[in-house]
């Protein structure tokens, strides 16, 4: 039988990626599984692979502090989704090398993720964080459809 131990989400504070938390607390409940909520913090504005020079060419500034207010507001909505067991984690860096990094720390066996930026040109071009995370876990990865039009 196919069973999840640990599961992890990722959240930037954003509708979509709190959908994604919706979902991913709901695997908890049904699989009684450990929810990772991680929030990835970058203290300075950076090129995203290279990018060229633009609004949305760089990574925003996201403080620890504002990380921390992320992780408050999922755990909230996983608690509300009935997940028991829930650890959060505020990780600097890339967001696609914290989710990887929290997830050898905590064994985790299952990624959730939103699909925010898979369909879009700059993800397309320059990557996205559910397609680069597809592309590196060594885990199951749950992407959830989480656009407006639902």
């Not at 929810?35 to 504005?45: G, K, Q, T």
């Not at 700059?122 to 199951?140: A, W």
């Amino acid at each position: 039988m196919l069973t999840y131990k640990n599961i992890a989400v990722g959240t930037d504070g954003s509708e979509t990626s709190l959908r994604a938390v919706r979902a991913a607390a709901s695997m908890a409940r049904a699989y009684d599984a450990k929810l990772i909520i991680i929030s990835a913090f970058y203290n300075h504005a950076g090129s995203m692979l290279g990018a060229p020079r633009g609004d949305e060419a760089g990574l925003p500034v996201v403080s620890e502090d504002m990380a921390g207010t992320y992780l408050t507001n999922a755990t909230r909505i996983a608690e509300s989704e009935g997940a028991e067991h829930i650890e959060i984690v505020g990780k600097s860096g890339d967001p696609v090398k914290a989710l990887l990094e929290v997830g050898q720390d905590y064994d985790v066996d299952l990624f959730v993720v939103g699909n925010r930026g898979v369909n879009s040109v700059r993800g397309r071009v320059f990557g996205s964080v559910p397609t680069e995370l597809t592309h590196k876990s060594k885990v199951d990865v749950v992407v959830v459809n989480t656009s407006e039009k639902r």
